[in-house]
């Protein structure tokens, strides 16, 4: 029994990590859908497709719980995950909520995918939360393309990075949210581009709502516990490692 998680790539890394600290004596099992990443720009019906077949497969290792570590594949698919899997499943979306609560200026940016940006479920997030507050919305997809290629403190990603949330700071937007999973591990260079602004990031929101979810479930603690399983769709290799993942292993 396990709790499993999936995204497009690494990004959901930084949710891993999160459920990870939540319950340390939990199994984990995580799927990156590398072959088929970046699901930002894919059609819906695609991302839909990935999504369900992602799930599927960590079900079919023993996933208990299946986490969806990803905004855009939530988006698209997580009434479609509900409905045709026998497990509960987490789903995420951007910090919209806790970002309006946050703004002293009354301007947000969510930094994010096309595709989450666009779904229906965004639109109602921010219709229901909203309250007034002026919501930008970023698509940065190269911010994907340097998680995926690890390169998280260069001067070329300080300055990718720089030029989607420096515009932003320097019209008065003092809230950012992390609404794409890859984003987190560039938390320091967002900081850097806009100091002083309040970074939202939902990965403890999503790990304390996986921890109620796996207690329901009765997905209890493993013994001896705490290993993390990592696979992903291009080499499908499933290693077991105990307390720590392959790649930037300061991630967790
Ligand atoms: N990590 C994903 C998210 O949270 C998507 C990145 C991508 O594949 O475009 O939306």
């Given at each position: 029994?396990s ?123 921010v ?23 690890g ?8 300055a ?9 700071a320097?019209?008065?937007?003092d ?21 002083g ?56």
């Open positions: 029994m709790i499993g998680l999936f995204d497009s790539g690494l990004g959901g890394i930084s949710v891993a990590r999160a459920v990870r600290a939540a319950l340390p004596r939990h199994d984990l099992i995580y799927l990156a859908d590398t072959a088929h990443c970046p699901y930002g720009p894919l059609p819906t019906a695609q991302v839909r497709a990935r999504s369900l077949a992602c799930a599927r497969w960590l079900v079919g290792q023993g996933a208990r719980v299946v986490v969806v570590a990803c905004n855009t594949a939530t988006s698209a698919a997580v009434e479609l995950l509900r409905s045709a899997l026998p497990v509960p499943i987490v789903g995420m979306e951007p910090g919209v909520k806790p970002a309006v609560a946050a703004t002293r200026t009354g301007r947000v940016a969510v930094l994010a995918t096309s595709g989450t940006l666009t779904g229906d479920r965004f639109a109602r997030l219709e229901r939360f909203g309250d007034g507050v002026e919501v930008r919305t970023v698509a940065c997809p190269e911010m994907v393309s340097l998680v995926e290629a390169d998280l403190a260069s001067p070329r990603a300080a990718v990075v720089a030029g989607y949330v420096a515009p932003l320097a019209d008065g937007v809230t950012l949210v992390l609404g794409c999973t890859h984003f987190p591990p560039l938390r320091g260079l967002i900081a850097a581009a806009a100091p602004a309040t970074i939202i990031d939902t990965g403890l929101a999503v790990a304390a709502q996986t921890a109620r979810v796996a207690a329901v479930a009765g997905v209890g603690p493993n013994t001896p516990g705490g290993r993390i399983a990592f696979s992903n769709s291009r080499l499908l290799v499933g290693l077991i490692m105990p307390h720590i993942l392959p790649g930037p292993s300061s991630w967790l």
